[in-house]
């Protein structure tokens, strides 16, 4: 009975160990304090609160699965969707099962579908570039999808060029660069708003705030935002020059680029296929995903290969493995094939599941509550400088923990208080009632704390 015992104990240490220094399981953003989803509606700037629960449930853990509760919903509020589609993101009650020893596919890459690809770290959904609608070259009309005729034989079928969601898509993204498909909100792109890209090219964050996932920051490594459905990390678009992790800090690009075309007749590998549209205004290049070809930099380390990774030193993992990266060019403009894709590069075994059906261990964060590098005044940004009708405040990078900010005037009168949740990058003081003057911005994350002074004038 001795004997066992310490057997049992010798494994459950392993298992704990295992837990704390394998990223995916330690790396979800845990709903630990009840935050609930927040979602906007057209035409009206005032957040509706929703009763659904945000970020990841539960974390639990076997020796070689990761499984992910989550209802799919993330801290940053939702919407609006200004391209009719009626759709809000709703919970999912879903399990994710994400393999933890991920391998080389060795053998025919295996493509990327419509759906699910993989999970964000809030439990969002990633889907990869398409958004269901493709080109029918028998009608030389647009099939599938939402207002158009089903595609011949169903989106099964081959397609020959098919639509890419993000220059589509875009009226229908929210500020954080979102959207549902029947109520499975999702990101097919880097989860950063719209308003924090260096050129803004749309205009969905003038009336609802500039949040998301993250905020990407060009002097630090970007952070680790997802695990694909091979069970690779996914990464932000910044990291170190080497693969070996040495070099300055520099953004990951995408070695596709868009090909030297007006017609579009033949594949980039030069196959023969029937017709999509002439290229034109309406059908710009870059409007289907057949419009890229795939241009290897073998010389250049920072240019990322075919499924939009490489082999390379993180943070979270030293040793080095396969990363992914959420792809943007120089303006932060999401750039093809913007996450996952076209193919994966591992094997694919990461699903949605109903049940689990193996011992599993309930994974509890063991993290101190503080995120040490979030606290300094490069990592907080404070605007409008001056103030009038609000102030807001926004943290670069991820935000893990809660980050704990208050409004006082002058003479110490707390005025406000309001919380940065894991998962969200910033929060709002509406100011309008407030006499012109100084104010004191206090914000704490766990022992750290920074003070700003503020001005508001009316």
Known sequence: MKKQFITLLIIASTQLVFAQTNPAIS???????????????SGNSTVIQDNDSANVKTVLYSTSWV??????????????????????ATTQNAIFK??????????????????????????????????????????????????????PGGMGATQYWMRDAIPAEKPGFDCSKGHP?????????NPSAFDLDLNVISTICNLYAADGLYAIDSTQHSPLIGFAYDGFPIYGAYAHLNTNGTGGITRMKSGYQLRNITTRTHWADGTNVPDGPTVSTTYPLGYFREDYEFVSHPSNPDYLDEHNGRFCVTPEYPQEIYCYFATVDANWNSAYPYVVGPTFYGVKTAAKVTSITEVVTV?????????????????IKIFP??????????ANGLTTEPINISLFDITGKLIDKKIINPGSTIIY??????????????????ANSIREKVTIVK
């Open 385 to 394: 400088i001056p103030a009038n009708d609000f102030i807001a405040i926004q």
């Open 27 to 41: 790396s979800w953003i845990q709903n630990t304090t009840g935050i609930k989803g927040q979602h906007y509606v």
């Open 98 to 151: 994400i393999p933890l020893n991920p391998v080389q596919n060795i053998g025919t890459s295996t493509a990327t579908t419509g759906g699910n690809i993989g999970l964000f770290i809030n439990g969002v959904a990633l889907f990869d570039y398409r958004d269901g609608v493709a080109w029918d070259s028998a009608s030389n009309a647009l099939c599938g999808g939402p207002g158009n005729p089903p595609c």
């Open 363 to 379: 994974y509890t964060s063991t993290a101190s509550g503080v995120n040490e590098n979030i606290l300094n005044e490069n990592d």
């Open 67 to 88: 499984y992910v509760r989550a209802n799919g919903i993330p801290a940053y509020p939702t919407g609006p969707f200004l391209d009719g589609n009626p759709s809000l």
């Open 429 to 446: 003081f509406d100011t309008k009632k407030l006499y012109s003057g100084e104010y004191v911005i206090h914000i704490l994350n766990g």
């Open 181 to 189: 498909a029947m109520g499975n909100y999702h990101h097919h792109q």
